[in-house]
């Protein structure tokens, strides 16, 4: 492999931004890359999904994941309350949260809609189901 590739190389993977080329967008400025990023309307620099499905908790309230936030995820939702459940989290730091009235207004606030934007599902603009 010759230097300049390796350089290029080394500089994708160590800093996400092409070393010819310049930075790669990050619309939401958490230092991930949109095509990375698992929520890439709001930023997120840890990257928390804690239901694995590749849309990132701060854009996903839709617990059963079938594909939008309805009735059916405030019914699992309302249990968790004053919880530590971490996938009903949707303020960072994720990791020993506490489902509070702040989370509550997010699920409130997206509730009709579909999870996502999320870079991570193939550059789809919603998160699988």
Same mark, same amino acid.
């Given at each position: @492999?010759?230097?300049t590739?390796?350089a290029?190389?080394?500089?994708?993977?160590?800093?996400?931004?092409?070393?010819?080329?310049?930075?790669?967008?990050d619309?939401?400025?958490?230092?991930?890359?949109?095509?990375?990023?698992?929520?890439?309307?709001?930023?997120?620099p840890?990257q928390?999904?804690?239901?694995?499905?590749?849309?990132?908790?701060?854009?996903?309230?839709?617990?059963?994941?079938?594909?939008?936030?309805?009735?059916?995820?405030?019914?699992l939702?309302?249990?968790?309350?004053?919880?530590?459940?971490?996938? @009903?989290?949707?303020?960072?730091p994720?990791?020993?949260?506490t489902?509070?009235f702040?989370?509550?207004?997010?699920?409130?606030?997206?509730?009709?809609?579909?999870p996502?934007?999320?870079?991570?599902t193939?550059g789809?603009?919603?998160?699988?189901?």
């Open positions: @492999m010759n230097r590739l390796f290029a190389t080394m500089a994708l993977l160590l800093w996400g931004t092409p070393a010819l080329g310049g930075p790669l967008p619309s939401d400025g958490d230092g991930v890359s949109d095509s990375s990023d698992n929520c890439s309307d709001a930023a997120n840890g928390d999904d804690t239901d694995s499905d590749d849309c990132g908790n701060l854009c996903d309230a839709d617990y059963d994941n079938n594909g939008s936030h309805g009735f059916t995820d405030f019914g939702f309302a249990p968790a309350f004053g919880t530590n459940d971490e996938e @009903m989290c949707h303020i960072e994720i990791p020993g949260c489902v509070t702040a989370d509550f207004g997010f699920y409130l606030g997206n509730f009709g809609g579909i996502g934007p999320s870079g991570t193939a789809t603009i919603e998160c699988p189901l």
